[in-house]
């Protein structure tokens, strides 16, 4: 049985349609000055006709592959996290399984809104080190700019479309996902929501015409709610981890609010500088933000092997949850070449040994 479960590959996609604050005092009754200050959102990407959360997700998924230097086929799970899917069901899961050609892989969905991406991990890491299975992939995708009402300013000017993914294997080297806490509030529920087009109120004209199929946010509540609950998983995970907040070499939080992210660091007594942030070019991605933010820290240096990583989110339902992981990086040296990586290793060394000097 493996004794840890580690992430070997990262990798992310974001639509190429930027839409600032600028483009949206078009379109709302805003200002790029209150977003910015109340937010710390400069812009946000969004999908373009033709894009689902599915193929975002499947464009995250590849890269991570290919970081991973895993193939497909080799994919034993595939679980996406998402509030945004590209059907109530068929799972998204399954449509990245087929897109990506994981042939082998069993494939569901997570929903834990902005906390789906370390839920998702949290079922991966523990299907891993209890030996069900010896690699995942998971993945945080949305489109949420399809369920975005852009009459109302209150949300609209919030949240982004994008995707990341994380390739997580079996390891018995003493490295990665040391501790995963998840919590929920379920009566909480309505404060962050999209009320129509489920069983309770199917879709109909009604709903359709009084706008219920949209994101509907009571942000102050949500907000109060957040720092604290943010802090606290944080704690936890540490604590669960065997270590201190001063052991955290870095923390990626959940992008939802600039605002909300000091406010956790302050709680914690936690050095800003020790936060990644990149909320001001995607806004709140919800599921994908915490692994693109990854993506990003890994991509400018910011996560090094070795270091100790927070992940903490908190999103609709209400849920929350933390991660501490130890990064390792590369997969090098984690798993077992496979045979056609040796033979391609085979191939290099040849072709050295014959070059001429
Ligand atoms: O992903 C996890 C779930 N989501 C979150 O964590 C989001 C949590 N909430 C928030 O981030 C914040 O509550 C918001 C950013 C949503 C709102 O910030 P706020 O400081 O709580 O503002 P507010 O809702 O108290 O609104 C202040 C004022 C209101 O005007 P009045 O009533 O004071 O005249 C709003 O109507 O700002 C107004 N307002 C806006 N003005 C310009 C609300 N949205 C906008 C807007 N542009 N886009």
Redesign the pocket.
């Known amino acids: 049985m493996a004794k840890n479960a580690v992430i070997t590959g990262w990798g992310y996609y974001a639509p190429s349609r930027v839409m600032t604050n600028a483009d ?1 005092e078009k379109i ?4 790029d000055e ?2 910015t200050s ?2 710390g959102i400069k812009e946000r990407r969004i999908a373009a006709e033709g894009e689902t959360t599915s193929s975002l997700a499947a464009r995250a998924a590849r890269a991570a592959l290919d970081k991973a230097r895993l193939r497909a086929q080799d994919l034993q799970l595939v679980i996406v996290g998402t509030a945004s899917p590209d059907y109530l069901f068929p799972a998204t899961a399954c449509l990245v399984q087929s897109e990506i050609g994981a042939t082998k892989a069993g494939a569901f969905d997570v929903e834990a ?2 906390t789906s991406f370390i839920s998702a991990l949290a079922i991966a890491r523990g299907m891993i080190v209890s030996g069900a299975i010896d690699n995942a992939l998971v993945i945080g995708a949305e489109t949420l700019s399809r369920l975005l009402n852009w009459k109302d ?6 949240f982004g479309d994008g995707a990341g993914a994380a390739i997580v294997e079996a390891t018995n080297a003493s490295v990665g996902i040391e501790s995963t806490v998840l919590h929920g509030d379920g009566s909480k529920g309505e404060l ?1 929501m999209v009320p129509a087009g489920g069983s309770k109120l199917p879709a109909s004209a009604d709903t359709v015409e009084r706008g219920m199929h949209f994101i509907s ?1 009571a ?2 509540e ?2 109060k709610l ?1 720092v604290k609950s943010m802090a606290d998983a944080a704690e936890e995970a540490i604590a669960d981890a065997g270590l201190t907040l001063d052991d955290i070499d870095l923390m990626i939080p ?1 992008q ?2 600039i ?2 992210i000091d406010g956790v660091a302050k709680r914690l007594r936690f050095p800003s500088e020790k936060v990644f942030v990149n909320i001001q070019r995607y806004g ?1 991605t ?1 599921a994908a933000s915490i692994p693109i933010a990854i993506c990003e820290a890994e991509a400018t240096g910011r996560l090094r092997q070795g270091d100790k990583v927070l992940l903490v989110a ?3 339902g209400f849920t929350w949850g933390a991660s501490v992981l130890e990064w390792y990086g590369a997969h090098d040296g984690i798993r077992p070449p496979s045979p056609l990586e040796r033979a391609g290793r085979v191939l290099e060394d040849v072709v050295e040994r014959v070059r001429p000097s």
């Not at 300013?153 to 919030?158: D, G, P």
């Open positions: 949206l709302v009754d805003t200002s209150w977003i109340r937010t809104a902005c300013r209150t949300t609209c000017v919030l962050l946010m942000g102050g949500v907000f957040a959940h939802a609010n605002r909300i709140n919800s908190f999103g609709g």
